[in-house]
């Protein structure tokens, strides 16, 4: 079996390997003996992280460990666990278990008697002390004074830093306010003082040696960082052309290399986490001077990098390790075939286009725009209609929560919503409840008569991307970039089930529609869709074809079928008893973002980037209407009766009528 991308929490924090899920156990292991955690911490994240966990006592679970240990000890060559923090240059001995030991940092190598378990300390403590610290510059001092440092990761790395960081700035706090002595001042501490006082295993002369040359390091005169880049071709900077930002610019930001498409020149800008695709797509702009389009290669895949979800999986693939360079060109150079049929406003962030792909209907359909509701100000990312179809709810990038009459076009908005963009929403089979997930990790239960929280869900580890209420009202299912799919029970808000087996982000979950559905269907950034038994915590199937990030899944009203869509521009229709593919269309000319069927199962729907809603037959394949209206991607579509809903990056929902001309 290959190895795959999986993810353990350890202390609170994700720690993404490659590996095999059969040897999961030792890789934990291993891991752990690693970061050298401390005993007790190794029971808790054992059970927390192995699914049969139940088989081992804690006395077998601390002999693994300790065995990993050892192995660990012995593969490095090291007589104790203190040598993890070992110099790349080999230290004398010294009396006392003391070596001679070298830390180089901005040009400067100093030496000093001390123990080796306190190096990798002492470095990350001198590291925190810089005013202009980043990710970058952080690494790289990393991996040139640490002999194991090839074995962390960036993000390993840097964490550590941070959380130096922060406790230095609550000890500095706590001095300035009844600790320091009145000879001591402000600018003493900003010196380096007290900046390795809590080491411990350290004597007082290391701790002075260490300070003075961390205050004389701080004392220097801030170097030109572009000209210690320019010339190394580690960090991209081999055609000296790279323009490096005011590192004091950039804290709580990490480096994202972008490259000319026709040329060799890179430019680095820095991004947070949270940063939305147009501010991100502006910053670019200004480094290249003109108006840009923006894409990165993942595997032998293309992918467009045009609003806010492609930039939060890029950013995600960025922080978990992989190495990825965004490709620039002018934006006249975007293939017009991704991009919408009308002109935008000056303040969205799609790319003006003077052709596109036309209406197109086949005589068996009329879909006629009937209405368009506004009130969201930014991008409407799902949709549902009530019971009746007489009002639906919506869910934006805004973070709100709100429920539309149909006859009058008023809004109301949930109270106490969500902490972040808001990526999903349902409406309960009775109507009297609303579900809705979000970045912020939450899921919130809603009262549709009094738009009041009823209840927040919580148990994932990262964004909730979607939720659904089973046939009976009774249980919500959630998927999520911690890579889990969750089933809860609304009547409690507790969690049932927890469904382990995408090695990724899942984007998209569903209930069968029959019954009380006792199966849910799931998609991936994995590239996989998966059936799951969710009451007896197993997976039944796994449908492999898709050769992209699956942003979408649902059941057919009689369950017979299942359909998918992809990164891949193709909508995938699957025999949900077999798992067989019975067809793949080419649906758009671009990355698909969701798709459903027809009341009757006669047809489906999809909606993509390319701003257009198609519908095709589902018995032949048979492309039946093309629909045009919204501005931006369509991110989502809801179909009760004749109606269909259908929500949009533009801002806005618009409702549609399906006429049969048969």
Not at 139 to 154: L, P, S
Not at 424 to 446: E, F, H, M, Q, T
Not at 475 to 485: F, H
């Amino acid at each position: 079996m290959t190895k795959e991308k999986l993810k353990f929490k350890i202390s609170g924090k994700n720690v993404v390997y490659e590996g095999k899920p059969e040897t999961r156990v030792k890789d934990l292991m291993d891991i752990l003996a690693k970061m050298g955690v401390n005993d007790d911490i190794v029971i808790p994240t054992f059970r927390e992280n192995i699914k049969d966990e139940r088989k081992y006592t804690d006395e077998q679970i601390k002999d693994l460990y300790k065995s990993a240990v050892q192995a660990r000890l012995k593969k490095k060559g090291k007589p104790s666990e203190g040598s993890a923090g070992l110099s790349k240059s080999n230290p004398t001995m010294k009396e006392g278990g003391k070596m001679q030991i070298t830390l180089n940092y901005k040009g400067k190598a100093f030496s000093y008697e001390g123990l080796l378990s306190g190096k990798r300390n002492a470095l990350i403590q001198l590291l925190a002390k810089q005013n202009d610290i980043n990710p970058t510059a952080a690494v790289e001092a990393f991996r040139q004074n640490i002999k194991d440092g090839e074995d962390w990761t960036d993000e390993q790395i840097w964490g550590m830093i941070t959380e130096r960081i922060q406790s230095r700035q609550a000890q500095n706090t706590s001095l300035n306010k009844s600790e320091v002595p009145p000879s001591d001042t402000k600018e003493n501490l900003s010196s380096g003082y007290y900046a390795i006082e809590e080491l411990v295993g350290m004597s007082l002369k290391e701790k002075e040696d260490l300070n003075n040359f961390i205050k004389q390091v701080l004392q220097e005169p801030p170097s030109n960082v572009s000209n210690l880049i320019s010339n190394d071709p580690q960090l991209g900077g081999e055609h000296g052309d790279i323009d490096y930002p005011a590192m004091s610019r950039n804290a709580g930001k990490f480096p994202v290399y972008c490259q000319e498409s026709d040329t060799s020149m890179k430019k680095l800008v820095y991004i947070t986490p949270d940063m939305p695709f147009e501010e991100f797509s502006s910053i670019v702009e200004k480094k290249f001077g003109y108006k840009v389009s923006l894409s990165f290669m993942e595997g032998d895949d293309l992918i467009i990098l045009d609003d806010d979800d492609v930039l939060s999986m890029f950013l995600e693939m960025h922080m978990n390790g992989s190495k990825l360079n965004l490709i620039v060109s002018k934006q006249l150079q975007r293939r017009n075939s991704d991009l919408c049929s009308k002109e935008m406003p000056m303040s969205s962030n799609a790319a003006f286009s003077s052709s596109s792909e036309p209406e197109f209907s086949n005589g068996e359909l009329s879909i006629q725009n009937v209405s368009t509701f506004t009130g969201h100000t930014l991008a409407v990312y799902c949709c549902s209609f009530s019971p009746d179809g007489g009002k639906f709810v919506s869910c934006s990038r805004d973070r709100s929560v709100r429920v539309w009459n149909m006859s009058d076009k008023k809004n109301t908005v949930m109270k106490g919503g969500h902490n972040g963009y808001v990526l999903s929403c349902n409406y309960s089979p009775k109507g009297n409840l609303v579900v809705s997930s979000a970045d912020d990790r939450s899921i919130k239960l809603w009262n549709t008569k009094s738009n009041s929280k009823l209840s927040t869900l919580k148990g994932h580890e990262d964004k909730v991307y979607c939720v659904q209420f089973n046939p009976t009202g009774e249980y919500i299912v959630s998927g999520s970039c911690d890579n889990t799919v969750r089933v809860w029970r609304v009547d409690s808000a507790s969690k049932i089930a927890v469904l382990k087996g995408h090695s990724l982000s899942v984007f998209s979950c569903a209930f069968n529609n029959t019954g009380i559905g006792k199966y849910v269907v799931s998609g991936s950034d994995d590239h996989l869709v998966k059936i799951w038994d969710w009451e007896e915590r197993k997976e039944v199937r796994t449908l492999v074809g898709h050769v992209g990030t699956v942003w979408s899944v649902r059941f057919s009203n009689s369950d017979a079928y299942i359909v998918s869509t992809s990164m891949d521009h193709e909508l995938k229709l699957w025999v949900s008893g077999t798992g067989s593919c019975v067809r793949t269309f080419a649906a758009h000319k671009a990355p698909i973002h969701h798709a459903i069927f027809s009341e009757d199962d006669k047809y489906l729907f999809s909606c993509a980037r390319d701003c257009v809603v198609k519908a095709w037959r589902v018995d032949n394949g048979e492309h039946v209407a093309t629909v045009t209206g919204h501005l931006n991607t369509v991110y989502h579509i809801d179909i009760k009766g004749n109606k269909m809903l259908t929500a949009s990056l533009d801002n806005t929902l618009k409702l549609w009528t399906i006429e049969s001309k048969n």
